[in-house]
């Protein structure tokens, strides 16, 4: 009786903490301990969450941020695969480049924001390019790395069996960086989320962020709430996806079963 | 299972070819070394050694760890290039297929057991389950390396070097890490499909006795040179423990302590002075 209930309880045990809070708050709000100027209780923002998706106004927002972070991470994400895997494989190369990447890298994104700001004004191109270069770094430094630890000795082996080009590439190279690859993809996915937040508090005509900036200058506290919310279901959905690309495609270590 | 039936057609091979094991025409390369050298920053690892194996010889190489024996065998392989000298292997083929066993399995971990085994071929999926069923492991084709035995891992490799029909087989030191048990099993493996597709093998390798159960002619490396090239006239399957057998493994031991008693006279006579 007990095994079987621990067996039910094991995969409800991490949200048990987040529902006590949630019904904590509730509690505190009722009693009015908390004003509903500095948080709303929960059921007020549930009910908020529900308008907004009634109104349709919550997925306009959220098809935006969406669209940003996918735009945002695929141009970073790419061009960092695509520098790390040259860096890694060609020595002449990273003596050229990544000396220079490796001091830009050293500049936070978000410093960039007033230059960017005069590049691009507040236009998308301004967020794209902020989620851009804060995405590259992750996905370049664990590619170049991945491909450079690849162990030599399955390389030499392939050679010896007559692969080269691109089919020692496929078959040993990309396999033997792939665990670092994603890595690297799993700290990006968190990464454009934070840099999401804050390109659209910057400026913006639409998106989660817009959507939040917005409903504070109303005090529409229970909005703020729901913004904030979606983050963190966002967030957690984007690593939740990472672990899924590492299950499948590390299916052959056991660290990943 | 697999594995005796190897046995069996060990025993009629053995018979067939009456310890003369020459392999069938195009299947076997001759292997030709002259004046082959190689130094490592500056220390002579391997002096003009010259040899000669014959199509089908199944040859070992012995010595101390560090003694250049496995630079050979990469030299040989083409993975490493000589100093000096040079290497001829010469098969019936226009390009002699050669392929190398290492010491450790080397399987690529993100491809199954068949994938490996396949590894290099256009499309070879036919020939690598077959491969595979001769070192008894079909029944494994679909795992990851990451869940076989490190004897299961070295028979795939063996498996996957087969495949290929090699004209000669290198093989450095594949059972170093394996225990006894798995030692031998693997040793009766090697020999039987030695026996059965006649191609020419070099095996290197620190322990004698396997040296001695496996080869038509031992070769010892010591101080950069070949120090002893001794032809094992034993009839197979050659059972350890046996007079002749004890003769010939003691000689080759003696050779190699011999050399070892000298290095520590040397090294007494330099602390006197």
Redesign the interface.
Known sequence: MRTRLSKLGAPLAPWALPLLLIAAWQLSSRAGWLSSRILPEPWAVAKAFHDLAVSGELWTHLRVSLWRAAAGFGLGAGVGLLLGLLNGSSRRAATLLDTTLQMIRNIPALALIPLVILWFGIDEAAKLFLLAVGVFFPVYLNTFHGIRSVDA??V???K????SGWALYR??IL??A?PAILVGVRFALGLVWVLLIVAETISAQAGIGYMTMNAREFLQTDVVLVGVLLYALLGKAADWSARGLERRF?????AYR | MKIDQIEKTRVSETHARAGHPAGPEGRAAHLKLRKLSKQYAGRTVLEAIDLQIKPGEFVAVVGRSGCGKSTLLRMI???ERPDGGQVKIGGGGVAPDV??M?Q?A?L????TVLQNVA??LADGIDAARKALDSVGLLERADD????LSGGQRQRVALA?ALV?EPQLLLLDEPLGALDALTRIEMQRMIEALWLDRGFTAVLVTHDVQEAVVLADRVLLIENGRLALDLDVGLARPRERGGAAFGAIEKQVLEQVLDTHHKLEKNIANFTKC
């Open positions: 000795g399955l030499e082996m392939a010896s069996y007559g692969l078959d040993v396999p033997g792939l590390l299916r052959w270590n056991p | 392989a083409g993975l392929r190398m290492f450790d080397r690529l971990p993100w491809k590894l290099g990851w390396p990451a869940v996957r290929h």
